[in-house]
């Protein structure tokens, strides 16, 4: 065979192995599946472990995106310090912006939202667990609680219910510390979160998407300053109006401003 005859059988034979790898790459994206069972068990893995908490908490910084008038997006950001101890109660703080400063206490009947910037509350009674009471201030309040799907007891199916795909897109590190990131997607809902590798996996970030909608508008939230076991008592989440608050009805706080963020 002389040296041309060679070089193009050296090409043919390229040309066909690369066709081969294209084939197996392309059957094993094929057969790979679209739920994979390692990022559904460290989810798993996740709400479990914050199942397993009494009491914790955690500061959180959110950027939600909205659309201007004008058409254009606009990001509005509101933090957040929480406090939960089970299986009933909850404290939270947000601010965000100049007008959102409110404050939130449910005390495992009774939940109460006060606006100290207008010495206002409204209280709401009869709400007998965490998942009731951030049901009610969604639905009815009309209030926005990013990342509360986390705060639910057995957050598990609530979280898989519908997905049609889930991923483990990396492990990135991050201030020295391992994470897992996945993608998750639903019909018209992407979420993505950041879950801490080793004995306590801890979410870190969480991002949720609007994919029904062409914006692609999303709320990214930030997790940090995580406390498995702190101090807590009955008192802390019990509302004692202070001297010349005012008690109006949850209708009557939207109309003050802030609190739909």
Same mark, same amino acid.
């Given at each position: 065979m002389n040296t041309w005859n060679r070089r193009i059988a050296a090409g043919l034979f390229a040309l066909a192995v690369l066709t081969?790898? $294209?084939? $197996? +790459?392309?059957d /094993?994206?094929? %057969? /790979?599946? /679209?739920?994979?069972? /390692?990022? $559904?068990?460290?989810?798993?893995?996740?709400? +479990? @472990?914050?199942?397993?908490? %009494?009491? @914790?908490s955690v500061n959180t910084h959110s950027i939600i995106e909205e659309m201007h008038v004008s058409k254009h997006r606009v990001d509005y950001d509101v933090s957040a310090s929480v406090t939960v101890m089970r299986p009933n109660k909850m404290r939270a703080a947000r601010k965000g912006g100049e007008?959102? #400063?409110? +404050?939130?206490f449910y005390d495992g009947k009774t939940l109460t939202l006060y606006k100290p910037s207008e010495r206002v *509350? &409204?209280?709401? =009674?009869?709400?007998?667990?965490?998942e009731n009471m951030i049901t009610f201030v969604r639905e009815t309040a009309g209030l926005l609680l990013p990342s509360a799907d986390l705060l639910y007891r057995n957050a598990f199916p609530l979280l898989m219910q519908d997905v049609t795909l889930a991923v483990?897109?990396? =492990?990135?590190?991050? #201030?020295? $510390?391992?994470?897992h990131h996945l993608l998750f997607s639903r019909p018209e809902v992407d979420f993505q979160i950041w879950i801490a590798e080793g004995k306590r996996p801890l979410p870190a970030r *969480?991002?949720?998407?609007?994919?029904?909608?062409? &914006?692609?508008? !999303?709320?990214s939230t930030v997790l940090r300053d995580w406390n498995i076991a702190p101090t807590v008592d009955d008192a802390q989440f019990k509302f004692v109006p202070p001297k010349g608050a005012k008690a109006? !009805? @949850?209708? %009557?706080l939207e109309k003050t401003g802030g609190s739909n963020r």
């Open positions: 081969l790898l $294209v084939a $197996v +790459s392309t /094993a994206r094929a %057969q /790979a599946p /679209a739920v994979d069972p /390692a990022a $559904v068990e460290i989810l798993k893995r996740m709400t +479990s @472990f914050l199942d397993g908490l %009494q009491q @914790f007008i959102l #400063n409110e +404050s939130l *509350y &409204a209280t709401e =009674k009869g709400l007998d667990t965490i483990v897109v990396g =492990k990135p590190v991050i #201030n020295g $510390v391992k994470y *969480y991002i949720v998407t609007e994919t029904g909608t062409p &914006a692609l508008l !999303s709320i109006i !009805s @949850f209708k %009557q």
